[in-house]
Structures are given as structure tokens and as C-alpha cells.
């Protein structure tokens, strides 16, 4: 399945390495949990929030962590933008896990692993390993705004992306309704749905038609700013990864 346009529309900043497994149980999102030994498992949502690498890195990254241990993180380096959707899961000293990484303006797709040390609401710090490559190790430090709850009419507008092959024109309902159409002629459907634990992350689910070719995508979105919303989405089948940053 391929999704011409939205793979070049590459736009965030940020570089880790993608999808797998998805996330944790009911008890690693709580406060732990007995392994049978005695010791205990950290909970995912140690890790929850927006992380910031310092400013003048080299990638810079972002990354949008869920409660339960879901990462995506969007990694800028030499003009290069890679996607990472991720799955972290408690152990008794630290988390890890296993992800995709999305070259995007490529078809390239890299699994590997991921390891994690939190200091709750303060850094995230640990090492991306693509499998047969060496390791890349990140230091993301945690962004207030998160604990900001998002209200859908807070997205609510007129947006524009003007990244990728021709620009691209979105409205925004205060429902979170969404619809969008690129120059190339490509349209989107979509909803934006505030999440349970409301915090400074929704849900994003869409469509993109290319004349009759649909290709569906799930992801999360932001609003940077009053004039700006960033998203980033992978592909139902996780096959590849689109990262937009829209503005008024």
C-alpha cells in the first residue's frame, strides 16, 4: 500500500526509531507489578508527556509519550526527518522495548529496539538500537504544557501545510472533525478525539483518497500554539509514517 503524497510531507523534529509492540498491560499502566519474585515492574505511565531535546542537538528530537508506554518521535538531522512509533513496557529498572523507524521522502523502514530510563516529569533518557546497527542514544527533557488539558474547539479552523508536493488546505470542526485537500488533488477525512487521560494529546484517525486509492492513518496531534498543530501518523498497516506541522 503506498501513500504518495503523505510520506514526503515530512515537516517535525525529531529522530527515534518506530513501531511495535503495543504498549503494556493493564497493571505495568498502574502502579506495578509483582513479577512473582518480589520485585516489581515500573508502570508506563512513569514516562508519560511531551520530551524536548536540548536546543542546538544533533538530531533534535520530540516525542509524545502515552500512559501506556506508547512512544512517537519525530528526529531532524542533516535534512533528514525520521518517525519513531514505539512500545515500551516496565521492568524493574528501567523500560524497553521494540519500534519502526521512518525515513520519510523514502520507502525505508528500520525495526529495532528501545531501552528507557524516566525521571518522572524531568527526562527521559536511553538508546535506540536498529537491529543489526550500532545504538543511538537520546537525553529529552519534559515540557510543562503537557499537563494542559486539549479541547477539541481548540483545534477548531482553517489550516494550511504547504510541505511535500503541492499545499495542503484543512478545516477543523469544534467537534474535531476533520477534512483536507491537497493541490495534487488528494483528499482527507478525519476526527480528532480528546484522550481518557486528558492531557495535552488527542487522537487522530484519517483517511487519505488519492484518486480511489485510500490509505487509512492513526496518530496523535498537539497544538503547538494558538497557530499551529503538529501530527504524526503511521499507515493502518504501520508499513510507513507521515509527520505535518499545520499553521493558520
Known sequence: MKTPYLLSAS???LALAGCGGG???SADNGGGNNNGGGSTTLPTSQLQGLWQSPAGTSPAISA???PDGKMWAVATADGKVRVLKAGLNGQTANFTGRG????LGTSTVTDGGITATVVEKSSLTGTITPDGG????FSLAYQARYDTAATLPEFAGAWRDVQGPGAQ???ITTGGALTGIRTTGCTYAGQLSERPERKAVVDVNMTE???GTRVRLYGVATLNTANGISMVLT???ESAAVALTLSR
Open 100 to 103: 519502526k523507524s521512518y525515513l
Open 134 to 137: 550500532a545504538g543511538e542514544p
Open 169 to 171: 488546505n484543512w478545516n
Open 235 to 237: 499507515t493502518e498497516s
Open 209 to 211: 483518497d488519492c484518486g
Open 11 to 13: 515537516v517535525l523534529a
Open 64 to 66: 509524545i509519550v502515552l
Open 23 to 25: 504498549g503494556s498491560d
